[in-house]
Nanobody, 122 residues
């Protein structure tokens, strides 16, 4: 059974940093992605990374502030979030798919984590 478990969310002040993690069990994930969903909004793409670790893609809204990475030996993906803003507040979801390549479309991912809350106070 495939399982993605996120950790590392929490409350942080604007301008602060957080790193969230996603560990997969039950499969060796190929591409890994992060999405987020704020209350009343649709789930939106944040970042995804190729199986090899490169290339990585980030949404324009987080480019230069967030960085996705992965450790294949640990079957874990990471999202380092710096210079956080109140508008980054959302539930962050880890996603994995069998393809080597990621996608910005939520419906094209095969597996999802349960989500971790990130709250940025002003």
């Amino acid at each position: 059974q495939v399982q993605l478990v996120e950790s590392g969310g929490g409350l942080v002040q604007a301008g602060g940093s957080l790193r969230i993690s996603c560990t997969a069990s039950g499969l060796a994930v190929r591409s890994v992605g992060w999405f987020r969903q704020a209350p009343g909004k649709e789930r939106e793409f944040v970042a995804h990374i190729h199986w090899s670790g490169s290339p990585a893609y980030h949404a324009n809204s987080v480019k230069g502030r967030f960085a996705i990475s992965r450790d294949n030996a640990e079957n874990t993906g990471y999202l380092q979030m710096n210079s956080l803003k109140p508008e980054d507040t959302a539930v962050y979801y880890c996603a994995a798919r069998n393809s080597l390549w990621g996608t910005t479309v939520p419906g094209n991912w095969d597996y999802w984590g349960q989500g971790t809350q990130v709250t940025v106070s002003s």
